[in-house]
């Protein structure tokens, strides 16, 4: 299982898989919060392009990042939802958390 990320410029670019399920959540958050330590990042995007399906292991996992990176005076935005996860946003309450365009 492959995820790709981006870096630039204090601006990690994290290019979220096509389901984010438990089991995937969890390997994402590892390598995450991994490149989160390693490099100065003050901008954290997560990209869902590719994403289609999200269950409630990815919303803690979005809201964990989310703490990480604001801990440090970084911010944090959402782009590219269908649909579908537009409307998990919103009934979650990661819009009101997280800047989505």
Known sequence: MEY????????????????????QAEIFKE???SLILKYP?????FDFADTQFMDSSGIGMIIG???NVRF??????AVNL?????RIF???GLKK?????
């Open 4 to 23: 790709r990320f981006e870096k630039e410029y204090g601006c990690l670019i994290l290019r979220m898989p096509e389901e984010l399920d438990h089991h």
């Open 65 to 67: 990042r989310c703490k």
């Open 72 to 77: 440090s005076g970084g911010y944090v935005k």
């Open 97 to 101: 958390i997280i800047e989505v365009e």
């Open 90 to 92: 919103r009934l979650s």
């Open 41 to 45: 990042v003050h901008s954290l995007i």
């Open 31 to 33: 390598e995450a919060d």
């Open 82 to 86: 269908c649909g579908q996860l537009e």
